[in-house]
């Protein structure tokens, strides 16, 4: 089993990785491996002046390093962890307020995934048709009863990620990036009023 690379930033790197562009300039270099600004550009459909900006910020805050690439003509980058952490239970004033801002930022761009996912599922192979779910379920819980369930679905993923291979690497097998996307909360409109 392996370990895991994970960093969860302060407030500053926090509102830094909160633009949208640059959430998902990450999540690529993450799952597709080291990537020039120009490489991102293109599948960004930006320029790739505003992709240096935003890679540059992203290194400033320590979220991507420089990597080694075919060629000394280009700037590769890396992702320097595998997984991002925000919204501590704990967390109050101004970190809390920057988690769900973080986290607002990460649910559009989750939400496209997940309807791109749907758009291209009649095309996906019978197997991965199989793997896949668009679930959602609601189970009357005391918070006790939801944090145990929680708890419990996280280590079974955690688990998982440990013993696959990272991402960002050549995937072998039949191996592809996976995404599970788990959003677990209390029914809205009934607490915090």
Known sequence: MRKVSNVVPDATALKALAHPVRLRMLGMLRIDGPATATQLAGRLGLNSGATSYHLRQLAQHGFIEDAPGPSR??????????????????????????????????????????????????????????ASTASDLTIPLTASEADALTAKIMDLLWEAMRNAPPLGEKLEGGREPFSLILHAFPYPGRLGK
Do not use: C, I, N
């Open 73 to 130: 003509r280009e700037r590769w980058w890396r992702a320097r962890h595998e997984t991002t952490s925000v919204l501590s239970a704990s967390a109050s004033g101004e970190d809390l307020e920057l988690g769900v801002a973080f986290t607002q930022a990460a649910l559009s761009g989750q939400v496209s995934q997940m309807q791109q996912a749907v758009e291209e599922y009649a095309r996906l192979p019978e197997a991965w048709r199989k």
